[in-house]
């Protein structure tokens, strides 16, 4: 064999191997989630690169072209209009929540109920208009009659782990967050039931995002969330399933 022809053989298995090698590693996916799913998305998932924030801001990012191959978020109201405006694929709902109301542990401000809230002199810390904690918020308040309890808020955040922050640093003396919040804080806050006509709707849908560059495995993902032990793992977290 001419010199030649060995360069020209050796160039194709080293393309040969590139591609190989490129074919069984590509990597992890963009996953964009909405922050209440910050403990059990990694544990139905490891190894991905996850971005968990208010699903609204998420969805903005996605509208930008940030890149994502999956999104789930605390509220169809954000995937829906993805789809809607085709940058998604059909979302499919994978859990529900529930609200809370919560205090310090210590409970200075001796509130035992939804009404206690509205008392002057309290500091409360509730999810920003458009975040679906801030949304689920107003309504249930609304449906209470005891939206003058917004007249207290003293911080309207982000997302739902800015809300639990501020009241496990005594920095609030209540806010209202999802049931599955609490665990992760420990000792710092105490739950204190709603309602049960007050519960809003809260369900959580995911979508593979269009512009991914892994489809497939961004579709191996949401199977997973939706399959038997992503199921376990979330009711394990204090979610409902749908």
Aim: some cysteine.
């Amino acid at each position: 064999m001419t010199r030649l022809a060995l360069l020209g053989a050796a160039v194709l298995l080293l393309l040969s191997a590139c591609r190989a090698g490129g074919s069984s590693s590509a990597g992890p996916l963009n996953v964009l989630a909405a922050s209440s799913l910050t403990e059990v998305f990694p544990k139905i998932v490891p190894g991905q690169r996850y971005d968990f924030a208010g699903s609204d801001d998420l969805a903005t990012q996605i509208e930008q072209g940030a890149p994502a191959d999956v999104y789930a978020a605390a509220s169809p109201k954000y995937p829906d209009e993805l789809y809607a405006k085709g940058l998604v694929e059909p979302p499919k709902v994978f859990a529900t929540n529930r609200l809370v109301l919560i205090v310090p542990s210590a409970n200075p401000a001796k509130i035992e109920s939804v009404a206690d809230v509205a008392r002057p002199g309290v500091k409360l810390v509730i999810g920003a208009e458009g975040v679906p904690i801030g949304d689920y918020t107003r309504t249930m308040l609304a449906t209470l009659g005891e939206t003058a309890a917004l007249a207290n808020v003293v911080s309207n955040e982000t997302d739902v782990k800015g809300v639990v922050s501020k009241v496990a640093l005594g920095e609030a003396d209540a806010g209202f967050v999802y049931v599955t919040d609490v665990k992760p804080v420990g000792g710092k806050v105490r739950a204190i039931p709603l309602p049960g006509r007050a519960q809003a709707k809260v369900e959580y849908e995911i979508a593979v995002v269009k512009a991914s560059k892994s489809p497939e495995a961004a579709k191996l993902f949401v199977d997973r969330v939706l399959g038997p032990k992503g199921q376990a793992l979330l009711k394990q977290a204090g979610f409902g399933l749908p």
